[in-house]
């Protein structure tokens, strides 16, 4: 299926993922219309709160090189959770920063997949247009 590479990316990406507290794993990769990846893991902390989630990032690693929202085609993010994961709410917030409302986000636990997009899962969200 068309999301195969980008959900590919994001299970290798999932190798990464530092979480000796949750052992919960999430990986994330960002793929551009010109045919590059951005990976990213989640990285727990000791001090809870300082841990970042796998999507935000491959958002954050895609932005460092350069890439932009009109760049992406797709982000694809997993886990290795029993249940399909979805986006924490920071992440959502984030993400509807970052990503057009309507690029494709693929949630995949490789066994259960959705296609969803940023408008579908915070609609209604807070956005630099409050701050004019
Ligand atoms: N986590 C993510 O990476 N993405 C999410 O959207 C949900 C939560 C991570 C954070 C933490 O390392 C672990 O999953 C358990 O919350």
Redesign the pocket.
Known sequence: MEYEKVIEQAFLAMGNAY?PY?N?H?GAAVETFDGRYFLGA?I?NASYGA?V???RSAIFNAYSNGVRKNDIKAIA?VSDGKRL????GI?RQVLSELLKGDTPIVLSNGKDSRITTIDEILPDSFSSEDLQ
């Open positions: 979480a949750s919960y999430v989640n727990e841990t989630c796998g999507e993010i994961g979805s986006p924490c992440c």
